[in-house]
């Protein structure tokens, strides 16, 4: 079984990206999106990121706060339902970066987007529809990406880069991964 009490490691993207989340913490703080436990924002914290951390559990939360606390750090985590609507509890174009991994709410993404400071970072992974042929995982339709469909979600940033791709060892996951920059205009 799986020890819960401490999240996995922080996907591929986010690990490659650090010296530019680095950057982008300059123009703001980093804001992981459905953060969980805390996969990817105790890293963050770790590498002295300012984070905050948005989920709907509050017992995430709580871990989450825990586990930074124990780093010396406090982390701003702000509970809410994401699918409740289109907005997030946040102002628009404060964030240096928004991160998102394995979360999928469309309505959202123009939200996630106007988050973002000028010069802003979107690093996105989530699954794809060719997770449905694998015998795990999500396979709703409503989690789950269409090929090339990522990109367009995010019609008023740049993309950087952009592929899908099987993931992860031993079982792996049917994923897209997103890098987009908010124009500074």
């Known amino acids: 079984m799986p020890d819960i009490s401490r999240p996995p490691q922080p ?11 680095r950057s982008a913490g300059r123009l703001g703080p980093l804001v992981d999106v459905a953060c969980g436990r805390g996969r990817h924002a105790v890293p963050a914290v770790r590498a002295g990121l300012p984070l905050i951390g948005l989920d709907r559990s509050p017992q995430f939360l709580a871990d989450l706060r825990r586990e930074a606390q124990a780093l010396g750090e406090d ?13 997030l509890p946040l102002r628009e174009g404060i964030c240096g970066a928004v991160l998102v991994f394995r979360y999928l ?6 939200a996630l987007a ?5 010069g ?11 997770q449905r042929d694998l015998p795990y995982g999500p396979n709703r339709p ?40 908010k124009p500074i205009t």
Do not use: K, M, Q
């Open 105 to 110: 709410h469309r309505p959202l993404c123009d």
């Open 114 to 118: 106007a988050l973002l400071a000028p």
């Open 11 to 21: 996907s591929r993207l986010f690990v490659s990206h650090l010296e530019r989340l």
């Open 75 to 87: 982390v701003p985590c702000i509970r809410a339902d994401l699918e409740s609507g289109p907005t």
């Open 120 to 130: 802003g970072l979107l690093l996105y992974e989530t699954f794809t529809a060719a």
């Open 142 to 181: 409503e989690f789950l990406l269409a090929e090339g469909e990522l990109p367009g979600l995010f019609p008023s940033l740049e993309i950087e880069s952009y592929e899908e791709l099987e993931s992860g060892r031993p079982r792996p996951d049917a994923i897209a991964r997103l890098v987009a920059r």
